[in-house]
């Protein structure tokens, strides 16, 4: 069996389309202020292209490039500035940060309300009540696809890869609130093939390129692969080893082209959501 193919890169674009029809019926252009410090190189990319995506769909993106050596004191002040700013609606601070930087300060210090990468402690606690609201948009991209391809979730084995605050963990969560059986699996994870083998739905989110095989896989399982991980030859590849892993499982994310452009369009969809919930109250 060759496993059915799970197009990101499509399902992204039929959002992106309906967050442009959003964008175009509201009376203001939503905003979303993109904070990059340093010049690390993937994170150079990601910003040009979250910054793109946005501008395309009608958002008012303005990406802050701020030098390496910027201060803790000087990125408050500045998202200060975006939280006071009104035309502001999203904020996004680029991970990861440089090493003198502390990611926690930086992100609890944003308007939980313009947190659209939803990692605000606050964000983080109504996921984790069952009461979301800006969620990250990894995980919520994740989640989209599962949907789009009309994966039955209710009961289902899920088994998460990883169990960052990025992905890892908020999955745990949009899993559990679609009623699926959950298990979390890291790096301390005891017989972890015998655990992946177990899953109808694998999720891999650990950063380790092709670690999970072909015989890990419970036949006719759907793979998702939110990895992203570069080779020294320079090739892109996921948490899965593509070629052997469709040969059994039922449904896969190609990378690059499935997890990735999901993710774009999170980001848009949750700016737009900021924008409308913020202006409503004010
Ligand atoms: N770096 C890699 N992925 C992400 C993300 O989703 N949000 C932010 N802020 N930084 C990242």
């Given at each position: 069996?060759?496993?059915?193919?799970?197009?990101?890169?499509?399902?992204?674009?039929?959002?992106?389309?309906?967050?442009?029809?959003?964008?175009?019926?509201?009376?203001?252009?939503?905003?979303?202020a993109v904070v990059l410090i340093g010049d690390d190189?993937a994170s150079v990319t990601y910003v040009r292209t979250k910054d793109?995506?946005?501008?395309?769909?009608?958002?008012?993106?303005?990406t802050f490039h701020l030098?390496?050596?910027?201060?803790?004191?000087?990125?408050?002040?500045?998202?200060?500035?975006?939280?006071?700013?009104?035309?502001?609606?999203?904020i996004l601070v680029q991970l990861p940060l440089p090493?003198?930087l502390?990611p926690?300060?930086s992100v609890?210090?944003?308007?939980?309300?313009?947190?659209?990468d939803?990692?605000?402690?606050?964000?983080?606690?109504?996921?984790?009540?069952?009461?979301?609201?800006?969620?990250?948009?990894?995980?919520?991209?994740?989640?989209?696809?599962?949907?789009?391809?009309?994966?039955?979730?209710?009961?289902?084995?899920?088994?998460?890869?990883?169990?960052?605050?990025?992905?890892?963990?908020?999955?745990?969560?949009?899993?559990?609130?679609?009623?699926?059986?959950?298990?979390?699996?890291?790096?301390?994870?005891?017989?972890?093939?015998?655990?992946?083998?177990?899953?109808?739905?694998?999720?891999?989110?650990?950063?380790?390129?092709?670690?999970?095989?072909?015989?890990?896989?419970?036949?006719?399982?759907?793979?998702?692969?939110?990895?992203?991980?570069?080779?020294?030859?320079?090739?892109?590849?996921?948490?899965?080893?593509?070629?052997?892993?469709?040969?059994?499982?039922?449904?896969?994310?190609?990378?690059?082209?499935?997890?990735?452009?999901?993710?774009?369009?999170?980001l848009?969809?949750?700016?737009?959501?900021?924008?409308?919930?913020?202006?409503?109250?004010?």
């Amino acid at each position: 069996m060759t496993a059915r193919l799970i197009e990101g890169k499509q399902v992204a674009a039929v959002i992106r389309t309906s967050v442009a029809a959003r964008v175009a019926a509201l009376p203001y252009r939503p905003g979303l202020a993109v904070v990059l410090i340093g010049d690390d190189p993937a994170s150079v990319t990601y910003v040009r292209t979250k910054d793109k995506a946005a501008r395309q769909t009608g958002i008012d993106a303005r990406t802050f490039h701020l030098p390496a050596e910027t201060t803790q004191a000087a990125l408050l002040e500045k998202i200060e500035v975006l939280n006071a700013d009104p035309a502001v609606d999203g904020i996004l601070v680029q991970l990861p940060l440089p090493r003198h930087l502390d990611p926690t300060v930086s992100v609890e210090a944003i308007d939980p309300a313009k947190d659209v990468d939803g990692l605000h402690p606050v964000n983080v606690g109504r996921l984790a009540s069952g009461r979301p609201r800006l969620v990250p948009c990894t995980p919520l991209g994740v989640m989209r696809l599962l949907t789009h391809y009309e994966v039955p979730l209710e009961g289902a084995n899920a088994l998460v890869l990883g169990r960052s605050v990025l992905v890892g963990r908020p999955l745990v969560a949009l899993l559990l609130g679609a009623n699926a059986t959950v298990t979390v699996a890291h790096s301390h994870t005891a017989n972890l093939i015998e655990e992946c083998q177990r899953a109808d739905i694998l999720i891999a989110a650990i950063g380790q390129a092709e670690m999970v095989r072909g015989d890990w896989i419970k036949p006719a399982a759907v793979v998702v692969d939110v990895g992203i991980n570069r080779l020294t030859d320079g090739r892109l590849v996921g948490d899965v080893a593509y070629e052997e892993c469709a040969k059994v499982a039922g449904a896969i994310t190609p990378v690059p082209g499935g997890v990735g452009p999901m993710t774009i369009a999170c980001l848009l969809e949750n700016t737009v959501a900021a924008a409308e919930w913020r202006r409503r109250q004010d």
